[in-house]
């Protein structure tokens, strides 16, 4: 089925560790999100992009880096991580004005 | 910046009962409104949407909503709700190419 997939499902990490999450979508949408989700705190966004090649800062970009070298791929990187970006984290992609999300990264930082 | 709030964070209602979840936005400017849905540990489903005409929009599962300019607001709808409508409901607005998105209300249906 055409969608957004998201990897990994889960992850621990240890503070200071870095790691990279991944969305794939098959849908040749050019728009493409990162949020995170919180309690009480609805979707924040972190970064986006608008086309193969760009990427521009949301809401909250601060300690996240975000790649899109192919436009079916958006990369979220935490260089290193702290405990307050245990999160979970949801990718979207924007196309025939519709917003199709990710199930979900679910994020734990020690 | 844009911003959404969704008043009531949590919304406890009967089943067969109507149900009101409320929205506004900030912006003036011409927007894109969305109203989306959240199953536990699921990602989000979108239920309706604005994007231009007729000002009360009809969704899945019985859902509507109601786009009025003057008081900036997007509220959803239910007339009858079911025990499966239980979830967590999130308003949101396009703007600019970016989505902004209110903090949530929770909708328990009790039997």
């Known amino acids: 089925n055409a969608g957004v997939t998201q990897t990994p499902k889960f992850r621990v990490l240890k503070t200071g560790q870095s790691m990279t999450l991944l969305c794939a979508q098959d849908?040749?949408?050019?728009?493409m999100y990162w949020y995170r989700q919180d309690p009480g705190m609805g979707l924040r966004l972190i970064h986006y992009?608008?086309?193969?090649?760009?990427?521009a800062k949301g809401e909250v970009p601060d300690g996240y880096n975000v790649s899109r070298l192919k436009k079916q791929n958006f990369l979220l990187g935490l260089e290193s991580a702290a405990p307050s970006q245990t999160s979970v984290y949801f990718c979207?992609?924007?196309?025939?004005?519709?917003?199709?999300f990710g199930a979900g990264s679910r994020l734990t930082v020690l | 910046a844009q911003s959404v709030t969704q008043l009531d964070s949590q919304v406890p209602v009967f089943e067969e009962a109507p149900v009101e979840l409320r929205c506004n936005y900030s912006?003036?400017?011409?927007?894109?409104l969305f109203w989306y849905v959240q199953y536990p540990n699921q990602g989000l489903q979108l239920l309706l949407k604005?994007?231009?005409?007729?000002?009360l929009v009809k969704g899945i599962n019985g859902f509507e909503a109601e786009f009025n300019k003057s008081q900036t607001s997007f509220h959803l709808r239910k007339p009858s709700v079911h025990i499966s409508d239980t979830a967590e409901y999130f308003c949101?607005?396009?703007?600019?190419?970016?989505?902004?998105f209110g903090s949530g209300t929770k909708l328990n249906v009790k039997p």
């Open positions: 979207a992609s924007w196309g025939a004005n519709v917003l199709t």
């Open positions: 849908m040749n949408h050019e728009y």
């Open positions: 992009s608008v086309g193969e090649g760009t990427t």
């Open positions: 912006s003036s400017v011409s927007v894109y």
């Open positions: 604005y994007l231009s005409g007729s000002t």
């Open positions: 949101a607005v396009l703007n600019f190419n970016k989505f902004y």
